[in-house]
């Protein structure tokens, strides 16, 4: 015996002879992180994809500081001829006010209360009046105010119309400190939502809704909810594989025991760790089911191998852990390597998840090594039925099939590999990337569909925002500045996926509209003439200040324009990008203003593009990591390129069908690489470990050591394979596309690494024969699994 021997030896006793206070002290870590369960956060916001001190973030916080939060509208709408009708009008306008009463609501914008700048001659001055006296609401009053606002107040045009005068709708501008708070989450379920149901029900009207608030509230209840079914899922379909299998409900309760418990950490670390549940960490508790279950087929197949060998049950179990204790750390220190590369990154939500994944992958592995061997040894010896899959014919016909692929058609297997290699890499060259943030939402939800329905009618509900700072205080307001802006807006105006934008130049044509008596004719922004004599009706007005409150800042030096988005390609938000920028340089001299574009809708789109380079960095060093690996177990730099192979061709044509089927790059398919990567090299170390041990025990004879390597691997690989394979496609029955893109991609990526390992490994290894035996590239062993025969002649 070696020293890596003697340590899994020490380690097998030591479990063994302590089992009591091991398991006490499980139960103890188990209930300590029950308590953390009730700090467990579930995100208010979008996920901020960019470092905290990247130039668009600190661009975006400064647009925040000046101007507040920009995500506080929530948008109702309704669509009907029968609208305008008394009786309907009526309710709309009481919903409204109800509406208006609630402290979480700021103010709202609505026909309700309308209003119109009217010039007082007497006192020269400019007063708001409203345009729809509620206390004179009979049809005729209706019609008169429907003709009103539909021909003599362009200035509501697209913010309580849209352009075809068919679609009334109200703005709700929430209390921005609450936006990003539990008290908006209770407000809309258990308020706002009751309130919409109520008047639907009421009035048989069909209400759309959206806004930021709304759809990051819903949005945040699909991923909470989602937890549940995956978890659920997980555990039934990968009990149900794992019991097919191995035929025996004592194996399939131990199995399940164990990764409940490691579900019942990874939740109480969530907690601990202070992180909010966000779409990605939501997918860390069935993931560790999809990993768990995998190690517990290792540790349990190898120990019924072993009590078939001998029907020693103590020896048995020692030899579980001297023997598949270090490949199962090995392999299980792979899997976190891949998702720990994602610490590195400078993005808050994938540097989160990184943590907590890694923490709860090696937790499983701790638990699977103390619980398994330990809940077996207070256990009666397995009965035969148990056994009986380790024979079971179609194994065997399994098995066969790849010992006949490896020994006699390898270089079919070649030709094929290489065949998928070159469409793979000319699929990569079809992906295209998305950095739409409504991508991912679900698509068959109702919001979703409302979310289009404001696309049709208001082009869009993503906002994009333009700052312009003049330089000087008071400049924003100057005729000049105003006269750009609306240049401007003019420009944006004939972009077909941007909405009419909204800026203090529609309050500056609103006045000029007031003060020629309210003749639309007259809704453009006044001459330098015109403005002087308006000047003398806005000394000590309050209300024109109103009008423009949210537009200009308090010293008068930024103008805010804001406009919305459609639903769009990545590569349209980016052509339009650029030609607002081009635009913007025209317009705005840069020695005079500084023009910024901000926006939940660009930050997105930016974080996009950081992931995906930080993408190719972490999943760069996690192949790194690996190559380490396995230079510490072979030291030739040949065995490194072999082990890499059928790892990297996966995920070449697992980015082939991505290219090939339509499915973008976005923030949930980036990680399918870095994860697939770090689970499927498992297969590989596996296989390796136990070449190594043939390898030494048949004295370097490669063909007889990869074909026993192949034999005694197979099985357990094909079932922590197949496990892995139907475990992720549970995430397929999701809402939201990214994380089913993520799921059947990461499934798919497995089942060909299983394939790679079982066929192409051992074809490279045989065919490299020569070479590799003459070096003799087993300088010693560094993975002490030492077969039997050989302790023997030993």
Not at 27 to 33: F, K, P
Not at 43 to 54: D, G, I, M, V, Y
Not at 306 to 321: D, F, P, T, W
């Amino acid at each position: 015996m070696n020293r890596k021997e003697n340590f899994w030896g020490a380690v097998a006793n030591l479990i063994l002879r302590n089992r009591f206070l091991i398991l006490g002290s499980l139960l103890l870590v188990t209930l300590c992180l029950a308590t953390q369960w009730q700090y467990m956060r579930f995100t208010f916001s979008e996920a901020n994809l960019l470092p905290n001190k990247h130039c668009e973030n600190l661009q975006y916080d400064a647009f925040v500081d000046t101007f507040g939060e920009e995500g506080n509208l929530i948008v109702i709408a309704v669509k009907d001829e029968r609208f305008f009708e008394k009786q309907i009008f009526d309710q709309w306008i009481t919903l409204n006010d109800k509406i208006e009463t609630y402290p979480e609501v700021d103010f709202t914008l609505s026909t309700n209360n309308v209003q119109e700048l009217v010039k007082d001659e007497k006192l020269k001055k400019f007063v708001l009046q409203s345009v729809f006296n509620p206390q004179d609401s009979g049809l005729s009053a209706i019609k008169k105010f429907k003709q009103k606002l539909f021909y003599e107040l362009p200035f509501y045009s697209n913010i309580l119309y849209d352009e075809e005068r068919q679609t009334i709708r109200t703005a709700i501008y929430l209390d921005k400190t609450i936006v990003n708070t539990a008290q908006r989450r209770d407000f809309i379920f258990k308020t706002f939502i009751p309130l919409i149901n109520g008047f639907e029900k009421d009035s048989g009207m069909d209400v759309k809704i959206s806004g930021m608030p709304y759809i990051r509230t819903l949005n945040a209840k699909n991923i909470v909810d989602e937890i549940g079914v995956f978890v659920l899922s997980a555990m039934l379909l990968t009990s149900l594989i794992f019991f097919l299998f191995f035929r025996s409900f004592r194996a399939t309760f131990i199995s399940m025991f164990v990764v409940i418990i490691g579900v019942m950490w990874a939740f109480g670390i969530l907690g601990w760790l202070g992180y909010e549940i966000t779409v990605l960490t939501a997918l860390i508790p069935p993931l560790i089911i999809v990993i768990g279950v995998p190690n517990c087929i290792f540790l349990i197949n190898k120990y019924q191998q072993e009590v078939a060998k001998h029907g020693n049950m103590i020896k048995s179990l020692q030899r579980v852990i001297m023997k598949i204790g270090n490949a199962t750390l090995m392999t299980n220190l792979t899997t976190a390597s891949g998702f720990a590369t994602f610490i590195l990154t400078d993005s808050k939500i994938l540097k989160e998840f990184g943590i907590v994944a890694s923490i709860n992958i090696i937790a499983i592995f701790l638990l699977s090594l103390l619980i398994i061997p330990i809940v077996y040894s207070f256990m009666g010896q397995p009965r035969k039925k148990h056994l009986k899959h380790l024979n079971r014919h179609y194994l065997k016909v399994f098995v066969r099939w790849m010992e006949n692929k490896v020994r006699n058609k390898r270089i079919n297997v070649f030709i094929i590999s290489i065949i998928s290699l070159l469409l793979g890499i000319i699929g990569v060259y079809q992906i295209d990337i998305s950095g739409s943030i409504i991508e991912d939402m679900p698509k068959k939800s109702g919001f979703f569909k409302d979310i289009l329905f404001f696309d049709d009618e208001f082009n869009g509900i993503v906002p994009l925002e333009i700052i312009v700072d003049t330089k000087r205080k008071g400049g924003a307001t100057r005729l000049s500045t105003l006269k750009r802006i609306d240049q401007l807006e003019q420009f944006i105006k004939e972009i077909p996926e941007l909405s009419s934008p909204i800026s203090s130049v529609s309050g500056f044509k609103f006045i000029k509209q007031a003060y020629y008596n309210g003749n639309p004719n007259y809704y453009k922004l006044p001459t330098s003439q015109e403005n002087s004599f308006i000047a003398r009706y806005l000394k000590n007005v309050k209300e024109s200040k109103n009008l423009m409150q949210n537009y200009i800042d308090s010293t008068a030096q930024f103008n805010r324009v804001t406009t919305f988005m459609r639903d769009i390609p990545t590569e349209r938000i980016e052509e339009i990008e650029k030609d607002l920028v081009k635009e913007i340089d025209k317009i705005f001299p840069p020695d005079r203003y500084q023009v910024k574009l901000t926006g939940k809708a660009l930050l997105y789109l930016k974080g996009t593009h950081y992931l995906i380079r930080n993408l190719i960095i972490s999943l760069s060093l996690a192949i790194l990591l690996i190559a380490l690996f396995m230079a510490y177990m072979f030291r030739s730099f040949k065995m490194i390129v072999i082990s890499l192979i059928p790892n990297l061709l996966p995920l070449i044509i697992t980015a082939g069908v991505m290219g090939f089927s339509g499915i973008p790059l976005k923030p949930s398919t980036i990680l399918v690489f870095s994860i697939a990567f770090g689970i499927s090299v498992d297969d590989t170390i596996h296989f390796l470990a136990k070449y190594r041990q043939e390898l030494i025990a048949s004295k370097w004879k490669i063909k007889t050591a990869v074909y026993n390597a192949l034999r005694e691997t197979a099985v357990s690989m094909f079932y922590t394979s197949i496990v892995l394979f139907f475990g992720f496609t549970v995430f397929m029955s999701s809402n939201f596309g990214g994380t089913v893109a993520l799921g059947g991609l990461v499934s798919v990526t497995l089942l060909f690494a299983m394939l790679a390992n079982l066929i192409l490994l051992p074809s490279l290894l045989i065919s490299l024969e020569d070479s590799v035996s003459n070096e003799k590239v087993i300088k010693e062993p560094k993975i002490n699994i030492i077969s039997d025969d050989h302790s023997k002649n030993s």
